[in-house]
C-alpha cells in the first residue's frame, strides 16, 4: 500500500510519501515513490505515484527519457499543465504497450500519480493523474490532493488546511496525517520523502528522507498521540441523568422516534 | 454510507451509529441502522447493520419474528454466541431467498452487521457478521469493531481505546470517531443512535437518538475541531537550517539515499 500527499499553497507546495510497497503480505519491499525533476533555471516538478509498481516505474523512465509527447517533454514543457499533459501520454504509452497481456491475465491497469511544481513565470500548480492519463488540478478551494490509503490520514487535513496556510505548517500537518496513517495501516512504512517547494526557489533545500531516527518526525509522532489522548481526556463525560444540564446527552431529542425496541414481553402479546 | 462503532469493555459495550442511507447522491434517506432486543430479565441485545438495506431489514424482520434456527432464537439463545448464530442463519435465509434473482440482477449481496449483548449468566460479547453468516468477535487485545465508513475514525479509536477504559470515556471517543467520520464523507449523516449497555443492568436507560440539537454532541463537534487545530498549532514547526538542533527535521539521514532526483543538466551528459 501506499500514501501520498500533495499540498498546493500560496507559498508553495508540500509533497510527502512513504516508501513500501507490498505484492501480498508476504512480499513487503521498500520503493521510493518521489521522484523530482529540476532544472535550476526554470521549472521543478515532483512526482508521486501509487498503485502497480511495474507500471509505475515504466511510466517515470519514460519520463527520464525524455521521450517527446505533442512536441515536447518535462524539460520543454511550457507549464506544469502541459507537463501534466506529459505524464498522462506516459501513462498511455505504457498502458498500449502492455494492456494485451495484461488482459490476457486478468490485472487491472492500476496507477495514480500526483504531479505538480513550478514552470518560471507561472504560479505552482498540482495534479492528480489518473490511469487514463487525464488529471484534476488542486483549487484554492480545495488545496491538498492524496493517492493511496488516504481516509486515515484525511480528517486533520480537513480540519486545518487552506490555501492561505503559512507552508512549515502545512508541512506540519501532512506529517501529522501521515502518521495517522502509518498507525492505522501497517501497509504504510518508513521511511519517508519529503518536499518543500517554496514558489519561485527551484531549489531543492527543503527535501529530506525521513526514518525512525528522524528527531523533529519522532517529536511529532510521540507528542501527537500524547496531546490527543489530553484532549480526549480534558473533554467532558457525558452526564446521562441531569435532564437541565446544558450538557446531558439525553437533553434533546423530542422530534425523533426512539431507537427501534423490541422486547420478549410486547412480541408475545402478537 | 453508513458508519458503525461498537467497543466492548470490561465495563460493559457502546454501541454507535449513523442513520443516513444513499442509492446514489439523488437518493439520501433516513434509516436507523440500529435494533435492540431486550428481555428485561434475562438479555439485551443490539443489532447494527450495513449494506443493502432491503437485505439488513429482512434480516431483521426474520429476528423480530422469533424464527427458530437449530432450534434457537434470539429470546431462547443460551448466550449470546449462540444468538449470534441465530443472526447467521437469519442472513442466510434472506441469501437463499434472493440468491438467483440477484445473481440474474448482477447484484452483490452486501451486509454486514455488529451484534452484541449479553444473556444473564455471562460477560457482554461483540461479534461482526458477515453476509455468510460466519463471524468475528472482538477481544480484550482488539476491543472494538467498526462496519461501514470505517477508516475515518479508526485512528482516535486506535490511540484511546482498550479493554479497560472506562465506558464513558470510551461513549465520548466513540461520538469523536463519529464526528470525524461525518466531517469526511458526507454520505454519513445525523441522527445518531447511541446505546450505553452497562453490564449486567438489562436495561435501556442510557439510550439516545442524537441530533444536531443535542449539546452534548454539539459541545464535542466544537471543542474537537477547535482543539485539534489548537494542537497542530502548539507543536513546533520544522526547523530546516539549524543541523545541530535535536529538532531538526534534516538532522539524521545519512544511510538513506537522497530523494531520487533527475536534472536537465545530467540527463543531457548521458
Known sequence: MTYCVAICLQEGIVFLSDTRTNAGVDDIGLFRKMTIFQNKNNRLFSLLSSGNLAITQAVQEILHQG???EGMNLWTA????????VVGHAIRKVKERYQQAFDEENIEFACN??????VLGERPRLFHIYSAGNFLESTQETCYLQIGEAKYGKPILDRVLNYQTPIDLATK??????DSTLKSNISVGLPLDLLVYEKDQFLLNKAVTIDEDNAYFKMIRNLWGQKLTEIVMSIQEPSWYLANNALSITASPSRLEPIPLVQEESLKKI
Chains 1, 2 share one sequence.
Request: with cysteine.
Open 113 to 118: 500519480f500526483l504531479f505538480g511544481g513550478q
Open 78 to 85: 511550457n507549464s506544469t499543465y502541459d507537463a501534466a499533459v
Open 173 to 178: 500537518c501532512a506529517l501529522i496525517s501521515m
Open 67 to 69: 521521450t517527446l509527447f
